[in-house]
């Protein structure tokens, strides 16, 4: 058997680019999809907790309340700005640094607040799955992310007042 030579030799270097090249895209692309708090005042303000450092103007896709308050996915949103660093917010799993951004505020007047999850990246009109679970402890919210069974986030947002409890026990046990 001989070696290639010629255009079969350049073929072959092209298509070992090409897969390179997507090996690379979608490593970066799934690397630059992280998990992140939304919150939604009573005012229609919105803010994004994540350990990810964004820009203006970068996408997201969150959660938000259907008429009966309950989570729906997804809409997209732009960050408008970084806010100053919030201490409610904090991850529980990897100790990371936690970041505020100012969101599109909703067009819903005098709305319910709300709590969702939201994955940070652009995503080419394909919703990224799973969402996090989001759920309630005594004091706060917390937002958990499994991958193959396994904790993979676990961010934590600290009301500073009781709240009904609605997480399950041996689901917070799992990040622990």
């Known amino acids: ?37 939304v919150q939604v005042l009573p005012d229609g303000k919105r803010e994004l907790f994540t350990t990810r450092v964004l820009a203006p103007g970068e996408e997201i896709q969150s959660q938000f309340p259907d008429p009966s308050g309950q989570p ?20 529980q799993l990897n100790e990371e640094h936690v ?7 909703s067009d819903r007047i005098n ?19 799973p969402m996090p679970t989001v759920c309630t402890s005594n004091e706060g919210a917390h937002l958990l992310l499994l991958e193959q069974g396994r904790p993979k986030a676990h961010l934590y947002m600290y009301f500073g007042y009781d709240v009904e409890p609605t997480c399950d026990d041996r689901l917070l046990t799992r990040f622990e």
């Open 1 to 37: 058997m001989t070696a290639p030579t010629g255009p079969t030799m350049a073929i072959e270097a092209l298509m070992q680019r090409l897969v390179l090249l997507a090996i690379f895209w979608l490593t970066a692309t799934v690397a630059y999809a992280e998990l992140a708090f």
């Open 72 to 91: 729906r996915c997804c809409m997209k949103l732009r960050v408008l700005k970084a806010l100053p660093d919030s201490s409610r917010v904090t991850d």
């Open 99 to 105: 970041y505020s951004y100012q969101l599109p505020a």
């Open 111 to 129: 709305g319910v607040p709300f709590i969702g999850a939201a994955w940070t990246g652009s995503f080419k009109g394909k919703v990224r799955k």
